[in-house]
């Protein structure tokens, strides 16, 4: 039998949910930019950021009557937000220090094709031409965006790619782990992990929480906004349209970036940076489709 059709009323639902997404997911670094002006410092951010999301899926968890993993799992998931999480959440944040937000999004976009050549690589999945080519593209875009007329320091570039290469690490170990507990509780129980580690290193250095309305309200945007709503909204929008398509659309989430930090930022769009921000994403765009999942 051939199974049905999803309605263009459900598809139309999904393409909302992961457009909502992908604006959540890129104004995430504008958000950062300004809670950086206001003086609140990256560990203090990144606490606030996986606590207050944490909280707020867990009660999402409570309301809707879901189960937390246990046993094995349960302690995978943890090591994959007091680790993973926090260490590409620390080289992403950290990256916007040294680099504008556009080349920090760029950047991080790299994993697609880093998942791609580690997939070939760790579990012998088939590499074809059409995705060898993608990943080759990937990387020659990625060269003219940071060759090109863009603000960003060394640092701020190997901070990029660290965060790129740790987060494909962190979505190989992931795919083996969320269908087995769902993508709710998992995504609850590493926000809380990494919250936990941050919150240590608070501790221990001591706080700089935000004092003012607008570095409170970058700081909520963060947790609400970029963590909670994009999350949500992508796996509702996953659902809807299938992993290819969502992985698809999700491309927009640096192109939301790089207008938002023109408009709110004042950060130059220079021909370089175009050129190879597209070569990315068409990049990004033909590994998805060729069946490389993304997010």
């Not at 992993?243 to 709110?264: G, N, R, Y």
Request: aromatic letters at 8%; charged letters at 5%.
């Amino acid at each position: 039998m051939v199974p049905p059709v999803p309605g263009t009323g459900t598809r139309l639902g999904g393409f909302v949910c992961i457009v909502a997404s992908a604006a959540g997911f890129g104004a995430m670094p504008i958000f950062a930019k300004l809670a950086y002006a206001e003086s609140v410092d990256l560990p203090s951010m990144l606490f606030l950021r996986f606590a207050l999301a944490g909280l707020m899926m867990a009660l999402l968890m409570r309301v809707r009557g879901m189960v937390w993993p246990s046993g094995r799992n349960l302690l995978l998931l943890v090591a994959m937000g007091g680790v993973g999480y926090v260490a590409q959440s620390f080289c992403y944040f950290a990256a916007l220090q040294y680099a504008t937000a556009s080349l920090t999004a760029l950047l991080l976009y790299l994993y697609p094709a880093i998942v791609t050549v580690l997939s070939a690589l760790l579990v012998r999945r088939r590499l074809s031409p059409l995705r060898l080519l993608a990943v080759v593209a990937a990387l020659f875009g990625t060269g003219l965006a940071v060759g090109g007329s863009l603000a960003g320091s060394v640092p701020g570039i190997l901070l990029g790619i660290g965060a790129a290469l740790i987060y494909s690490v962190y979505i190989l170990v992931g795919e083996r782990v969320t269908p087995l507990v769902g993508a709710m509780p998992s995504a609850t129980v590493i926000m809380l992990a990494a919250a936990w580690v941050f919150g240590l290193v608070v501790l221990a250095r001591g706080a700089a929480f935000p004092v003012s309305p607008v570095a409170w309200a970058a700081v909520g945007g963060i947790a609400l906004f970029s963590t909670v709503v994009a999350m949500i909204t992508f796996f509702a929008g996953m659902a809807r349209l299938g992993a290819a398509d969502a992985a698809t659309l999700s491309t927009l989430e640096p192109v939301v970036t790089v207008i938002l930090a023109a408009i709110f930022l004042g950060e130059a769009i220079g021909g370089w940076q175009i050129a190879g921000g597209a070569i990315i994403l068409a990049a990004v765009v033909v590994l998805a489709r060729s069946g490389a999942e993304p997010r």
